[in-house]
């Protein structure tokens, strides 16, 4: 019955938080249809910014428990919430807004509150390890909202690099480290005079936030663990156990057995 119980309450939790990734598809689609008042490279970096944050939070939350995963689909719900306020009403305004209400409710529920973990795991990496990619996850909608004068290509490199950037730390891939210490952040405050006063302050900002991040010491041992080289020590024979000093051939003394 334990089993089951287990396996009922993943189910649910798993229902319901995908109500939080449908309601970000159903903006999406919305944006798509049309993306007033926001321009459509801005929509895009938006919408592809809404179902990354939802997509990894919702995984994050049904695999892990963990309280950055509950945290990150709470912002993928803020983002709706923003499209909400500065969208005409319209069919998909409806729809979406009454979504954004029913995967708020559902995010909150005790049956996902109580799957979400109440200390950070204990092997898990430190809290600045896990920052630089949550917040390049969310570098597409927020450089979306704030670009929508910005131009449209340097816009789209910078807001839709970032999340490779993030997928390649967190997938330990090489290169991985340098793109979110250097490469990224390099790239946001080069194309900063090309995007506009409000979005190139905003993408200087989270370039030079990211890096710093990404210097400490505490997000390179993450990334790449020391490895040390084992060392030999010499135990007195009177210590070692019996088995041992048998297969060696020799006494508690260390003498060679007669």
């Known amino acids: 019955m334990a089993g089951a119980d287990a396996r009922l309450h993943a189910v649910k939790t798993s229902l319901l938080t995908g109500l939080t990734l449908l309601a970000a ?3 999406s689609v919305a944006l798509i249809v049309n993306a007033a008042p926001l ?4 929509g895009l970096l938006v919408g592809v910014g809404m179902l990354l944050t939802a997509t990894v939070a919702v995984v994050g939350i049904v695999v892990v428990g963990g309280r950055w995963a509950h945290r990150l689909a709470a912002m993928s719900l803020g983002i709706t919430v923003a499209l909400a306020i500065i969208r005409d009403t319209d069919f998909w305004w409806y729809l979406g807004s009454a979504a954004t209400v ?16 109440k200390l950070p795991a204990a092997a898990g990496p430190p809290p600045r390890a896990v ?5 390049l996850l969310t570098a597409p909608a927020v450089l979306g909202f704030a670009g929508n004068d910005a131009r449209p290509v340097p816009l789209l490199v910078v807001g839709l690099l970032a999340p490779i ?6 997938r330990v891939l ?5 793109a979110i210490r250097v490469l990224w952040p390099l790239l946001a405050i ?6 506009g006063w409000v979005a190139g302050s905003t993408a200087v ?5 990211v890096s710093v991040i990404a210097w400490d010491p505490s997000v390179k041992a993450s990334y790449h663990p020391p490895r040390e080289t084992g060392s030999a020590f010499p135990i007195p024979p009177e210590l070692t156990p019996k088995e041992i000093r048998d297969a060696a051939g020799i006494d508690e003394r260390g003498r060679p057995l007669a």
């Open 25 to 27: 598809l159903i903006w």
């Open 39 to 42: 321009q459509p490279a801005p």
């Open 102 to 117: 029913i995967a708020v409710v559902a995010l909150y529920s005790p049956t996902v509150i109580s799957t979400v973990r």
């Open 131 to 135: 920052l630089p990619p949550l917040i």
């Open 165 to 170: 950037a993030a997928f390649a730390y967190s």
């Open 174 to 178: 090489p290169g991985g480290l340098l």
């Open 190 to 195: 080069a194309t900063a005079p090309w995007l």
């Open 205 to 209: 900002v989270m370039a030079l936030v």
